[in-house]
């Protein structure tokens, strides 16, 4: 039995020597290091971090520009129809062969037809100025494929408003989940704390035993592996906070060394459910994404009868007027010149059949992704819903095996301090405890993250709250 216990002792040594070295570099890291250093300290609620994170996220100011790059493409395809006015001022000297030009009469080098008769002799060339100064104008009048092009632009720019509507979402969507996982990993810290407070509290309890006699070295050995391995799992707990506020800082756009204080609770608020079919309904209505694909058709239409407005005929006008003359003050007289030309495409090497190919495929891509995103659409709130409906179970249930192992322990704790066996009872409370502790907070945290799901799947993520429910 003695050699028993002395096996068991040792064994606990070996577990708890390696640990407790890294635990001492653990715990004197943060004075060590400017990575700790303690930033500025923010106040945060959620609504305050999502309406940060829509301001400064990358992915809508992103969609903004875009917004801005459509309403600049509407611009240029509206200015087909306006008036186009130009000016132009030219001055030349030039020197021109006469002969060139078809004249024969007379030559500067010999007698000529017209010398030999008798008549005046000219040069073959002649060297002279030119000025020319006029305001040109032209208008299309009809343009049915241009036309077109506006109207597909313009929706552009509804798509691009859509778009940013779509990426606001997304993007409350990922600061929720963000700041849940930021106060999930707080709660399991103070649970850890917690758990290394109870192992302290029982390897106290343990050596009391172990001085009146009651307990052996084994009891003490165990309680200190057992203090050693909470105390590891707290140092990880601490990691993966830092870790999780770091990423809530960058999704806000808040400096990465600020001290959060997160100021909403991370609590259990049973969430009612109405009919299914309410629920796809309101989410095909409010959900962005679903307008964006209907907008997709509609500008798909558009540029299908654009490419098939490249057979039909154009109309435009032009004019222009200005001083034409030898210099700007000589000989110069105003002068002018109107028009209108028709133009109608013949035959354009198979140009225009293709582009009311390509353009005709897109649409039809276009309408087969409308239809896929209403499927998706149901899906996410069929999904959500059910996923929220069993993880309100696993929260009641983890709320229950919580009161059970502090029951558990407590009564463990009990028969070790009266003597009554050793204390294999009470560090697997112990274990039973932290387990069911870190089983509530995950259960928890993913329920807050159903109901963060059910609410982008209804379209109303910015309308999301910790504390009310979000339903159709």
């Keep these: 039995m003695n050699r028993r216990l002395i096996q068991l002792g040792l ?69 087909a129809f306006l008036p186009h006015v130009s000016g132009q001022v030219s001055e030349s000297r030039q020197k021109t062969n006469l002969a060139a030009q078809g004249f024969s009469f007379g030559s500067d080098v010999g007698p000529q037809a017209g010398a030999a008769a008798g008549g005046p002799s000219f040069p073959s060339t002649v060297t002279y100025n030119n000025f020319d100064a006029r305001a040109k104008l032209r208008q299309t009048l009809f343009d049915y494929s241009a036309w077109q092009d506006y109207q597909g632009a313009r929706l552009g720019e509804k798509v691009a408003a859509d778009k940013l509507a779509v990426a606001r979402e997304q993007v409350a969507t990922q600061t929720e989940l963000d700041y849940v996982q930021a106060l999930s990993t707080r709660r399991a810290v103070a649970a850890a704390q917690a758990n290394v407070k109870q192992a302290r509290t029982l390897l106290k309890l343990a050596r009391d035993q172990a001085h009146v006699g009651v307990a052996t070295g084994v009891d003490v050995t165990r309680a200190r592996a057992r203090l050693a391995r909470d105390q590891a799992d707290l140092a990880q707990r601490r990691t993966e906070r830092t870790r999780a506020e770091i990423q809530l800082a960058r999704t806000t756009g808040l400096p990465l060394d600020a001290h959060l204080k997160l100021t909403d609770p991370l609590v259990f608020r049973p969430m009612p459910l109405g009919p299914v079919n309410t629920a796809i309904n309101t989410a095909l209505a409010d959900r962005p994404e679903i307008t964006v694909a209907r907008m997709h058709i509609a500008r798909g239409q558009r540029h299908l009868a654009s490419a098939r407005g490249q057979r039909l005929p154009t109309l435009s006008v032009e004019a222009d007027y200005g001083a034409s003359g030898n210099t700007p003050s000589r000989n110069d007289q105003p002068t002018y010149a109107f028009g209108a030309s028709l133009s109608l495409p013949i035959f354009a090497g198979g140009r225009i059949s293709g582009q009311i190919d390509s353009a005709a495929s897109q649409l039809d891509q276009q309408r087969i992704r409308f239809h896929d995103t209403q499927r998706q659409i149901e899906q996410d709130v069929r999904t959500s819903r059910q996923t929220l409906k069993t993880l309100s179970q696993r929260v009641r249930a983890a ?74």
């Design 11 to 79: 064994l606990g040594t070996l577990v708890a020597a390696p640990i407790m070295p890294a635990l001492a570099t653990g715990a004197q890291a943060p004075g060590g290091g400017d990575d700790s250093a303690p930033g500025p300290t923010r106040s945060l609620s959620l609504e305050q971090a999502v309406n940060d994170a829509l301001a400064t996220n990358v992915n809508t100011l992103i969609a903004r520009a875009k917004e801005d790059e459509a309403a600049g493409q509407r611009v240029s395809a509206r200015s």
């Design 399 to 472: 709320r229950a095996n919580l009161t059970l192992a502090k029951q558990e322990l407590s009564r463990s704790r009990d028969r070790f301090s009266r003597g009554v066996g050793d204390n294999v009872e009470v560090v697997d409370a112990q274990s039973n405890l932290a387990d069911a502790r870190n089983s509530r907070i995950d259960a928890l945290a993913e329920y807050t993250r159903a109901r963060i799901n059910l609410a982008a799947a209804l379209g109303r993520a910015q309308q999301f709250s910790l504390t009310q429910p979000v339903t159709p």
